[in-house]
T-cell receptor
Framework: DSGVTQTPKHLITATGQRVTLRCSPR?????VYWYQQSLDQGLQFLIQ???????AKGNILERFSAQQFPDLHSELNLSSLELGDSALYFC??????????????FGEGSRLTVL | SQQGEEDPQALSIQEGENATMNCSYK?????LQWYRQNSGRGLVHLIL?????REKHSGRLRVTLDTSKKSSSLLITASRAADTASYFC????????????FGKGITLSVRP
């Protein structure tokens, strides 16, 4: 058990819909990272938050947004969903993350299926 | 784009044999990390090697880093069937706003 909690574990929805994925980091970890894993693209970095502020941005679509709340949990919002958004979405946390990245602790992921 | 590129893409060995996996990357790094993922599960951190280190050991794992060649290798000695998984290298590129970038992974199958 990594200590990172992601909900929901599985989500099935239709094209055009909007979903919210939630992540609770390990106790004490200030950084939260979101990754998307699909068979064709591999593990893609989406976005990182550090202590409530956006720290780094990757290949995140404009239809996607995220935030980290004062209690350090994070949410990833995916809107106007397309078939290609079907993937496993991972949240990870780490103690570091201000200017270098140490060990990441991954949650078990949220599997999104868009029909 | 992927920073790390693992090689080979797939590896099948007999239990008890050693498994060697390689990773190459393109830019300067703060550190390089190896992760393991069992099918459909979250990634688990195995080992981190900093840019000023050349070799590191952890149990049956040995990692080397050659910054001049921008490459790393992960050696798993005396492999077990339970080592069957996907293995990823991840690089923390130098500079501000660092983030961990993963390769596409190596699928390791250990036959009992």
């Amino acid at each position: 058990d990594s200590g990172v909690t992601q909900t929901p574990k599985h989500l099935i929805t239709a094209t055009g819909q909007r979903v919210t994925l939630r992540c609770s980091p390990r106790s004490g970890d200030l950084s939260v990272y979101w990754y998307q894993q699909s068979l064709d693209q591999g593990l893609q970095f989406l976005i990182q938050y550090y202590n409530g502020e956006e720290r780094a941005k990757g290949n995140i679509l404009e239809r996607f947004s995220a935030q980290q709340f004062p209690d350090l949990h994070s949410e990833l919002n995916l809107s106007s969903l397309e078939l290609g958004d079907s993937a496993l979405y991972f949240c990870a946390s780490s103690v570091q993350g201000a200017f270098n990245t140490g060990e990441l602790f991954f949650g078990e992921g949220s599997r999104l299926t868009v029909l | 784009s992927q920073q790390g590129e693992e090689d080979p893409q797939a590896l099948s060995i007999q239990e008890g044999e050693n498994a060697t996996m390689n990773c190459s990357y393109k830019t300067s790094i703060n550190n390089l990390q190896w992760y393991r993922q069992n099918s459909g599960r979250g990634l688990v951190h195995l080992i981190l090697i900093r840019s000023n280190e050349r070799e590191k050991h952890s149990g049956r794992l040995r990692v080397t880093l050659d910054t001049s060649k921008k490459s790393s290798s992960l050696l798993i000695t005396a492999s077990r069937a339970a080592d069957t998984a996907s293995y990823f290298c991840a690089t923390d590129a130098s500079g501000a706003n660092s983030k961990l970038t993963f390769g596409k992974g190596i699928t390791l199958s250990v036959r009992p």
